[in-house]
């Protein structure tokens, strides 16, 4: 069993920055594959970035050079650094946890958090 907390969403001014930090419980953290989905009002939960147990990295094509993920091991903890945010990317964000492959797919993903809001205004 995974529990993942996230923290760091806000509210930022388009152009901004934030930084989402995951955190996870367990002792197999290095084992999984995380990532990020996103998901606004009225939309589909979409895939963001995600990061393999080898730190292999993908992205969505609409935060790539804006948006990176990365992880630490030891802190058991997974983050997405966001820039040059725009008010398109507001959305309620979730890390979630794959004990298998890195994919986009949420039903790949067997363990999520609750969710942190970001809303980037205009």
């Known amino acids: 069993q995974v529990q993942l907390v996230e923290s760091g969403g806000g509210l930022v001014q388009a152009g901004g920055s934030l930084r989402l930090s995951c955190a996870a419980s367990g002792r197999t953290f290095s084992s999984y594959a995380m990532a990020w989905f996103r998901q606004a009002p009225g939309k589909e939960r979409e895939f963001v970035a995600a990061?393999?147990?080898?730190?292999?990295?993908t992205y969505a094509d609409s935060v790539k050079e804006r948006f990176t993920i990365s992880r630490d091991n030891i802190k058991n903890t997974v983050y997405l650094q966001m820039v040059s945010l725009k008010p398109e990317d507001t959305a309620v964000y979730y890390c979630?946890?794959?004990?298998?492959?890195?994919?986009?797919?949420?039903?790949?993903?067997?363990?999520w958090g609750q969710g942190t809001q970001v809303t980037v205004s205009s």
């Open positions: 990061i393999s147990r080898f730190h292999s990295i």
């Open positions: 979630a946890a794959d004990k298998a492959l890195m994919t986009a797919q949420t039903v790949d993903y067997d363990y």
